[in-house]
């Protein structure tokens, strides 16, 4: 949604253009609310700490952009959603050692 003027421009046929940018947010919002039920249910068999921290971190993260999912108006907006999944994933990727130990 950050870029729709550009795909709009180029003629891409990305999500917001094909359905609309409300049914895209409710399409985020999905996965957003999937990917909490997955930490939910991770949550049962985690002992080992610091993935616990990190699945609390990001469970935390996740709750913050759907409230911010709900007030973005303008592309400026999204940006702030972008970052958010950004450090999300370097988070995961440096995360990585941690479930080494934990197996």
């Not at 990305?14 to 999937?34: D, E, H, N, Q, R």
């Not at 909490?36 to 971190?57: D, E, K, M, R, T």
């Not at 592309?75 to 990727?93: Q, R």
């Amino acid at each position: 949604m950050i870029g729709l003027k550009g795909d709009l421009i180029v003629g891409e046929k990305s999500l917001p253009i094909v359905i609309g940018i409300k049914k895209t947010k409710y399409v985020i919002l999905a996965l957003m609310l999937s990917a909490l039920g997955c930490i939910s249910f991770l949550f049962q068999g985690i002992i080992y700490l610091p993935i616990v921290g990190y699945f609390s971190i990001a469970s935390i993260f996740i709750i913050v952009s759907i409230f911010l999912l709900n007030k973005s108006k303008q592309a400026k907006d999204y940006e702030k959603l972008n970052l958010i999944y950004k450090l999300l994933l370097i988070f995961g990727i440096l995360s990585i050692p941690l479930v080494g130990k934990w197996w």
